[in-house]
């Protein structure tokens, strides 16, 4: 009987088989889940596969400015620094007529590319530039390229210069990728590391990762006995303490800062309690704002709902009767709270922790109006990046490292907890 | 309900066609832009034809709406060296034969170049596609009740914690501060720019001086902030935009006294932003806006001083300018003494030095 | 076995309350032997899960005190009490498979691992779930739930078993089963069992006796057929089995025996004196379904008649409606012997025996 199964294919009543039968019948209900997802699946390409695409692209891209100075990065590529201090008259020759008949606006940005690599180039081109124009309307072109550009503007007789050109020669880079780890090329295109007033990316990095750990905890200390109180409070009192737990969400950030700042500053609430019940003394007062104590404290305020939420929806379903059994079958109130009634809130911290950190980790308003000199997270930088310096690369670059280290938290998490052990509500 | 979406609707419907017409401007917003709306759009033929945005500065979402070919914002008020570097990228727009024909003179007949550099500008390339508007200052100012006996008039006196005990206030961004920093070193306010721009050693210079100060500042990053530090006491002295000292003690009955010394003027300008939909119109209200009338204007407003000389004698010819009949030349910036002892920042040599500055400021201040 | 100084768990004079205004349990008195399966019965808010929880420990007694093994108990918390309990959802902690679950009482109690493992495959075994120690509790069935919930209440050998309405959750072919076979557990092990329910029939089924709650009032405390043939007032009458009334007043009493005329003037009934006391007083008559012969007459005193409402063909026998001195709800069981052929709206003349008929409250 079970061979005739598995040999012969099945027939249908009408002599169709069955498998294809099956698929005919299954195939227009496949269309129908499929056209219901497709509008959704289309949304996330577009807002979230697409842009990291972009972004990813972006961190690696150079080929702006090859495309304004093509000739000259080639030129470029034959200089032998060994035998010849500054680059041969050819690369002059290439950058003058570069400039003086490339497209302004193209000029333009590829001059802000060019400041990243040394600051400094965009004046030196932009005065040249200016130079060439005039030499050119009155068709005096030069006989030696390199005296004219000397002449114009002595930084081109200055070698650290052209070193640095030699970061965007080519049509894909990694430097931003270094950059953001406080890495940079020397003249010969080796990886070392920035000059030492300017290392901040690394510091920041581990700055924002052990503040995103920080507030994960204290938010995890804090929330957790509210969500208990929250999921055993009769719903009358329930409702309204989670009014309280919210209302964070309903205060403007400028009204919260303020608070905190009234709150937490040396001549504040705070200190004014401690030295008031004699706890300090009045030039001993605790600076508890504008530096990391201050972030930690607001940023925890603020995340705190989205540990307790999750966390809440958990234990409003674990029944109140496991810590009677567990009571019931011997165990110490403690230990029932252990072994019993903690593992059921794994999948509630797991989901509270997890959405806190990756708050946490790309939070930068909050702990610039409150963090003072320590208030500067990897979040500031790469906003900088994107508004004033206009140096994308670096900032797709800072995005995807901080995509990888979410993804690196997310394995560990993985591999530690289980993802299947997650629960929003 | 449905009486309210009627109205809704009816409302929308009347006033669609002017609100597609009308020059979207992005500015900085708060009391900064509430005195743009009066003494540039209140006063203009057309008022209901400017509508204000408020943004957060940078060319971030300007490049980005010219690069996607969706532009909203017809001007954008900008500091000077992203003026600079809109201009070079093309995100705005060279208007710079616009400027100098459509331009309105001053008494004399001042061209707006002309104006500005009379106010001790020098020419940059911000100035082909944009037109001027204020000079903000980074300025020192402290509560005279903190200083019972000698009080502190020059920038020797911020950098020196010795001589008088006590936090300051300092932005945690390196503009503003590191100028002050050379002047307490002794260098002229008026030769800082070169100074940096020609001497090598120049910024270590400023960060030594800086290291003086520095177990001795508290960091604040939102405007409103250093007039807190010193109205709770948590400083002495700070570092504040003029026109919130100002706006403390003309508004909020405050006495605050500034150190004009080493004072960092800065400036501020409204670009054309390139595809903007509707260009005619928003020329026509950037020259509106430029005009020393309206410059003059906004001081009533808003105690920053007018990037068009000739802005100034107007104010100084009606005293009281200012609300409810106060004197405004005493907070203004830009007057000619003043000008004497002030560093007018140089957004050229920012634009190519600002990353780094900026990333070796944070190092220093979070080591 | 009812020799208090014998009993095993004694309840002397409980009072609770939760609101200082109700009393949810009123000078509950009762005694349960070693080894004995007592039912706690009754509906819901009769105050039956309030007491078996203060045995517990999860609920201190507002007044009196409870004994175990003749120490009192309310200062004890629930730890260390050493008595089982089988919950009314289970309690299986879901993050353990079957075998930690049943281990933990045991670890717990820092018995060694060797002796764990025996004990947990030991009533693994009992409940004929031997194999299922790595599954979690979602991945069992109801019933399987059910028997670990059993065997996690009985692996660390405790003094005494709780049981919460156990079987409420189960359908009515398995909650059979499972009665018999905490029957049979009981047997085997002899171990007391306190169990609550608001099923007559599970009482019935499994209990040494049965404590019928209503309105924190014991009613009665009795053997199951005691309490079906003996009911000491209308509620506990009402409550066990089904149950014919017919209201009147008491005439005449007679010793151990009274008679009562019906109310509506449908004549007057000999009863046995049971919750009554004087003449004059009103009653309520208790006539038990099987107890009402058709048609031949039985007894000189109590004949009737009833006009049939409804007849319901049940097999065995056939459950006939009748509309008796005023009641439109009399039951009458006629054994299927072949011999019946009314039909609805026929007269049938009904008779009990006195002895059958019992005069309580009203």
């Known amino acids: ?425 | 309900m449905s009486k309210f979406l009627k109205a809704f609707l009816f409302v929308s419907l009347v006033f669609a066609p002017f609100a597609a017409s009308a020059v979207t401007v992005a500015s900085w917003g708060g009391a900064y832009t509430e005195s743009q709306q009066k003494a540039y759009a209140d006063t203009y033929s057309d008022p209901g034809s400017i509508v204000f945005e408020n943004y957060n500065g940078g060319l971030g979402e300007v490049r980005a709406q010219v690069e996607s070919g969706n532009v909203t914002w017809d001007l954008v008020d900008v500091l000077p060296s992203d003026a600079i570097t809109g201009c070079d990228e093309g995100l705005f727009e060279d208007i710079s034969s616009e400027i100098a024909s459509m331009g309105v003179p001053g008494p004399d007949g001042e061209s707006i170049a002309e104006d500005m550099e009379a106010n001790g500008l020098n020419y940059h390339s911000g100035w082909d596609c944009c037109v001027p508007q204020i000079f903000w200052t980074y300025v020192v100012f402290y509560d005279p009740d903190a200083f019972p006996g000698e009080k502190p008039d020059s920038m020797a006196d911020f950098f020196d914690v010795e001589k008088f005990p006590g936090k300051r206030g300092i932005h945690t961004w390196a503009d503003g501060i590191i100028q002050k920093a050379l002047v307490a070193d002794g260098v002229a306010p008026n030769a800082v720019p070169t100074v940096f721009a020609n001497q090598t050693g120049a910024i270590d210079r400023a960060f030594e001086v800086m290291d003086k100060i520095k177990d001795h500042v508290v960091f604040w990053s939102a405007g409103s902030q250093p007039l807190e530090l010193v109205k709770s006491g948590e400083v002495v002295m700070a570092v504040a935009y003029n026109g919130r000292v100002g706006a403390a003690n003309l508004a909020e009955g405050e006495n605050f006294e500034y150190i004009w010394e080493g004072q960092v003027l800065d400036q501020e300008y409204l670009c054309l932003t390139t595809g903007s939909p509707n260009r005619e119109a928003a020329l026509d209200f950037m020259m509106h806006a430029s005009s020393p009338e309206s410059q003059a204007e906004q001081a009533k407003y808003i105690t920053y001083g007018p990037m068009r000389a000739s802005g100034i004698p107007i104010i100084e010819a009606n005293e009281p300018w200012g609300p409810g009949g106060v004197d405004i030349m005493p907070h203004m910036p830009n007057t000619p003494e003043r000008l004497k002892v002030s560093i007018v920042n140089d957004p050229q040599w920012w634009s190519d030095n600002g990353a780094e500055i900026s990333e070796r400021y944070s190092a220093w201040m979070g080591n | 076995m009812n020799d208090t100084s014998q009993s095993f768990v004694k309840f002397e004079k409980i009072d609770k309350s939760y609101d200082g205004e109700v009393l949810v349990v009123k000078n509950l008195n009762l005694d349960i032997a070693k080894g004995e399966f007592v039912t706690m019965l009754g509906p819901s808010g009769s105050g039956k899960t309030t007491t078996l929880m203060m045995l517990a420990g999860f609920e201190t007694p507002t007044n009196g005190e409870i004994f175990l093994d003749t120490k009192p108990i309310s200062k004890i918390p629930p730890y260390e009490r050493e008595i089982g309990m089988v919950f009314q959802n289970y309690a299986l902690f879901p993050h353990m498979t079957v075998a930690e679950n049943l281990s933990f009482p045991l670890e717990v109690r820092k018995i060694s691992k060797p002796d764990i493992k025996e004990k947990v495959q030991k009533a693994l075994d009992m409940v004929e779930l031997g194999n299922f120690g790595t599954r979690f509790p979602a991945q069992l069935s109801g019933g399987q739930q059910q028997r670990v919930a059993l065997a996690r209440a009985l692996v660390f050998e405790p003094r005494l078993v709780l049981m919460d309405e156990p079987l409420g959750a189960l359908d009515k072919n398995l909650r059979e089963q499972m009665q018999y076979e905490i029957k049979h557990i009981h047997d085997r092990i002899g171990i007391t069992v306190v169990y609550v329910t608001h099923d007559q029939s599970e009482a019935l089924t499994m209990s040494n006796r049965i404590a019928v709650f209503n309105d924190g009032v014991v009613q009665q405390l009795s053997t199951p057929d005691i309490l079906y043939e003996k009911p000491e007032n209308s509620f506990v009458a009402k409550f066990i089995g089904e149950n014919n009334t017919l209201n009147g007043v008491v005439r005449e009493v007679n010793g151990s025996s009274c008679t009562v005329e019906l109310d509506g003037g449908f004549g007057m009934v000999k009863a046995l004196k049971i919750n009554v006391n004087e003449v004059g007083e009103k009653t309520q008559l208790s006539i038990r379904p099987e107890r009402v012969s058709i048609d031949n007459s039985i007894s000189d005193s109590n004949n009737f008649s009833g006009k049939i409402e409804e007849l319901i063909y049940l097999g065995d026998h056939i459950r006939a409606r009748l509309d008796v001195c005023g009641n439109n709800e009399f039951i009458v069981k006629v054994p299927n012997e072949g011999s019946f052929n009314h039909k609805e709206g026929d007269e049938l003349k009904l008779s009990w025996n006195s002895e059958d008929v019992r005069a309580l409250d009203l």
Request: charged share 20%.
């Open chain 1, 1 to 425: 009987m079970e061979d005739c199964i598995s040999t012969s294919a099945l027939l249908t009543t009408d002599g169709v088989p069955l498998k294809q039968s099956l698929k005919k019948a299954e195939r227009k209900n496949k269309l129908r889940a499929f056209l219901l997802v497709f509008p959704l699946l289309l949304f996330i390409i577009v807002t979230f596969v697409m842009p990291i695409g972009d972004m990813l692209f972006r961190s690696v891209d150079d080929s702006q400015i090859n495309g304004v100075f093509p000739n000259t990065f080639n030129e470029y590529k034959k200089w032998d620094k060994e035998k010849d201090v500054l680059p041969p008259e050819e690369v002059y020759k290439a950058l003058f007529e570069e400039l003086a008949y490339g497209e302004k606006i193209q000029i333009g940005r590829a001059l802000t590319r060019m400041n990243y690599s040394k600051s400094g180039w965009k004046s030196l081109i932009k005065t040249t530039s200016r130079q060439i124009k005039k030499a050119v309307k009155k068709d005096e072109l030069p006989n030696n390229y390199k005296e004219f550009l000397i002449s114009a503007n002595e930084k081109w007789a200055d070698p650290t210069f052209w070193y640095a050109m030699g970061q965007m020669v080519n049509n894909t880079t990694p430097i931003y990728y270094w950059n953001a780890l406080d890495r940079t090329y020397d003249q010969d295109q080796n990886v070392v590391m920035q000059d030492e007033k300017r290392r901040i990316y690394i510091k920041t990095w581990i700055k924002t990762l052990k503040i995103s750990v920080y507030v994960t905890i204290f938010c995890l200390i804090l929330g957790f006995p509210v969500a208990h109180l929250l999921a055993n409070l009769p719903l009358r009192y329930s409702n309204l303490l989670m009014i309280f737990v919210l209302l964070p969400f309903w205060t403007s950030l400028l009204v919260r800062t303020t608070a905190w700042i009234v709150m937490l500053q040396q001549n504040g609430v705070i200190n004014g309690i401690l030295v008031w019940l004699g706890i300090l003394s009045d030039d001993g007062r605790l600076q508890l704002v504008y530096n990391e104590t201050g972030t930690l404290i607001a940023m925890t305020q603020i995340l705190l709902p989205f540990m307790i939420l999750p966390l809440y929806s958990v234990m409003r379903v674990i029944p109140k009767s496991h810590m009677r059994a567990a009571q019931n079958l011997g165990a110490k109130p403690a230990t029932a709270f252990w072994r019993v009634y903690l593992p059921q809130t794994i999948p509630g911290m797991s989901a509270g922790g997890l959405l806190v950190f990756v708050l946490a980790i790309g939070y930068f308003i909050t702990p610039e109006l409150v963090g003072g000199k320590d208030g500067k997270l990897i979040g500031h930088w790469i906003a900088y990046h994107l508004k004033t310096t206009l140096n994308w690369g670096l900032c797709a670059a800072l995005g995807a490292i901080l995509l990888g280290v979410m993804l690196i938290f997310y394995w560990l998490y993985n591999k530690i907890v289980g993802i299947d052990n997650i629960k929003l509500g």
